[in-house]
C-alpha cells in the first residue's frame, strides 16, 4: 500500500506492527519519496521516475481508447491509493479527454494517507461531473462497488507484497466481480533493488526482508523500528494468482535498468550523468528485456494489466 507501522522501542518485546501503522507514521516522507512533488502531477521526478511513466502511459492508452470508443462517462477505482497521486492524474485526464461525468473513488487502510489524498483534492471534488472519493478502507474486506461497474481499477506499488497470502485470492476476486474493464497492478519482484516502502533507503539504520515468513523489519535513523508483512513477487506467482480471476494483456518488468544505472549527485560528479543517447538505450533495453523470463524477476517491479472478463463470472 501506499501506507507503513506502529514505531516500538524494542521489535523483540512489542506486539508486530502493521502496513498502516507504518505508512501513517511516514507521512509526507513516504509521499516525497513515492511520487516526487504532489503539485506538479505529470512531471514524473520520483526516485522510481521511469517506472511511473511506464504505467502512466498503460493507464492513459486506457483512458483514452475508452473515451474514443464513445463513452462519456467513466469508473474508477484506486486500491490502496495513498495521497491519492494516481487518482488525481486519472480525474485531470479524465476531464481533459471529454468526459462528462466521471466517478472515482481510492482508498487505503492509512487514515493519515486519506487525509492528505482528500486535502490534495479539494480543487477537484467540486467540478462539475466529478464525483471523488476518498475512504479508510481494507483491500481483503468485499468491495462496495457494484458488480462490473468500474472502467479502470488499479492497484499499485506494493499493496499486493503486504497481504498475507491466504488473503490474495479473495481480494483479488472482489477486484474481478467490479472491473468490468481493465485492472492494472504493480509489485515488488524478487529479484529487485532493496526498498524500505515508506521512505528513501538512506533513512534506514538496516533493515531485512524474510521472504519465507512474509515479513519486512527496518530500524531508521532516528530509532524508531517497524515491521509488517511484506513478500516478494515471481512474476510467473503473480501470473498464475491473477489468471484465476482476470484474462492477462501484458505482464513485464518494469525498470531493470534505470534505478541501477541512476546518477546520484551525492556521488556521481556531473560529468557522469546520463547522456540523451544514454537514456534513449536504457529504454531499448527496457523495452528488450522487460518481458523476458530471464529477466523479469529482476526488475524493480513486476507490472500485470489484465482486463475483466464479460460474463462476470470469476
Sequence with gaps: MRALAQISAAPEDRPATTAAA???EAGDDYLTYA????????????QYAYGDRRVWSVLDAKLTALRARGARSVALLDIGCGPGTWLRRLVIRAR??????????????????????????????????????????????????????????????????????????????????????????????????????????EHARQFSQDNAAGRFSVEMLDGRRMTFNSRLFAAADLRQLAATHFDIEDLRGVDLFHTRFAHDSRWNPASAAESRQFRDELVRLEEKYGADPEFMDHATHLMLVGRGRGDGRH
Excluded at 511520487?35 to 520520483?46: E, I, K, V
Excluded at 475512504?135 to 474486506?141: E, I, P, S
Excluded at 462490473?148 to 472482489?174: K, M, W
Aim: hydrophobic share 40%; glycine share 10%; aromatic share 8%.
Design 22 to 24: 507504518a505508512y501513517n
Design 35 to 46: 511520487d516526487g512533488d504532489p503539485r506538479q502531477l505529470y512531471a514524473f521526478d520520483s
Design 96 to 201: 481533459a479527454l471529454g468526459f462528462s461525468e466521471i466517478r472515482a473513488r481510492g482508498f487505503d487502510v492509512a487514515d493519515a494517507q486519506i487525509r492528505r489524498a482528500r486535502h490534495a483534492a479539494r480543487g477537484l471534488q467540486g467540478l462539475a461531473g466529478v464525483d471523488l472519493t476518498f475512504d479508510v478502507g481494507d483491500a481483503t474486506r468485499p468491495l462496495p462497488e457494484a458488480d462490473r461497474s468500474i472502467d479502470i481499477t488499479l492497484c499499485l506499488y506494493c499493496v499486493f507484497n503486504h497481504i498475507e497470502p491466504t488473503g490474495l485470492q479473495s481480494a483479488l476476486g472482489e477486484i474481478a466481480r467490479v472491473t468490468r474493464g481493465t485492472f492494472v497492478t504493480t509489485v515488488r519482484a524478487v529479484g529487485s533493488t532493496p526498498t524500505i516502502f515508506v521512505d528513501a533507503i
